[in-house]
């Protein structure tokens, strides 16, 4: 399947909705949020408002930006969503929501977070592993917080259990500038599965 990239990039952002997290976590979600807005780009998330989900919300919103939140009716009904989106989805399941962020967006990019962004960014890296879709995944390593993940990630390489060419499909970025112009220049490398 070829995916051509809408421009500007509508971006996928998988981060945490906790809202107990450090100052520069939640700064570097807003600056985000911001730099998309500031690019022109869709930020496509979970539609929560606390913690880093909130906070890149916040940012696009305050600098002009679009912004599409996908949550699931359990968690609307909690009142999680963020008020003031430019468009909100209201899916049944976790596996639409991933669903629709996909469909939604041209690049899948991880800031900090917890157990679903860890599912959600490994997921998004297989399925481009398996040819599922041809987007950018990315990491935004903010004060060295994905260090762990990369490790174990070529730890996978160094015993086999992962192509070190496979393992290159993840971007990783400690400054979101040069992370978003790595989206906007990804190419597909057209791998092979095997």
Request: with cysteine; proline share 5%.
């Given at each position: 399947?070829?995916?051509?990239?809408?421009?500007?990039?509508?971006?996928?952002?998988?981060?945490?909705?906790?809202?107990?997290?450090?100052?520069?976590?939640?700064?570097?979600?807003?600056?985000?949020?911001?730099?998309?807005?500031?690019?022109?780009?869709?930020?496509?998330?979970?539609?929560?408002?606390?913690?880093?989900?909130?906070?890149?919300?916040?940012?696009?919103?305050?600098?002009?930006?679009?912004?599409?939140?996908?949550?699931?009716?359990?968690?609307?009904?909690?009142?999680?969503?963020?008020?003031?989106?430019?468009?909100?989805h209201v899916v049944q399941t976790m596996h639409e929501r991933k669903g629709l962020m996909h469909e939604l967006s041209d690049a899948l990019v991880a800031l900090p977070g917890g157990l679903g962004?860890?599912?959600?960014?490994?997921?998004?890296?297989?399925?481009?592993?398996?040819?599922?879709?041809?987007?950018?995944?990315?990491?935004?390593?903010?004060?060295?917080?994905?260090?762990?993940?990369?490790?174990t990630l070529d730890r996978a390489v160094e015993e086999g259990f992962f192509r070190a060419d496979h393992r290159a499909l993840l971007i990783v970025e400690s400054d979101p500038v040069r992370l978003?112009?790595?989206?906007?220049?990804?190419?597909?490398?057209?791998?092979?599965?095997?």
């Amino acid at each position: 399947m070829t995916e051509t990239p809408r421009s500007p990039l509508a971006v996928c952002v998988f981060c945490g909705a906790k809202p107990a997290v450090g100052e520069a976590y939640l700064e570097a979600a807003r600056g985000f949020g911001e730099l998309l807005a500031r690019r022109g780009s869709t930020l496509v998330f979970g539609a929560g408002r606390t913690g880093m989900m909130g906070a890149a919300a916040d940012g696009a919103i305050a600098a002009g930006g679009e912004t599409i939140g996908i949550i699931p009716e359990t968690l609307m009904d909690l009142e999680l969503a963020h008020p003031d989106l430019t468009e909100l989805h209201v899916v049944q399941t976790m596996h639409e929501r991933k669903g629709l962020m996909h469909e939604l967006s041209d690049a899948l990019v991880a800031l900090p977070g917890g157990l679903g962004t860890f599912e959600e960014i490994l997921e998004a890296l297989t399925w481009s592993v398996l040819k599922y879709h041809t987007k950018p995944v990315a990491l935004l390593d903010v004060d060295g917080y994905w260090a762990p993940l990369i490790a174990t990630l070529d730890r996978a390489v160094e015993e086999g259990f992962f192509r070190a060419d496979h393992r290159a499909l993840l971007i990783v970025e400690s400054d979101p500038v040069r992370l978003y112009e790595a989206l906007a220049s990804w190419q597909d490398p057209n791998l092979s599965i095997v």
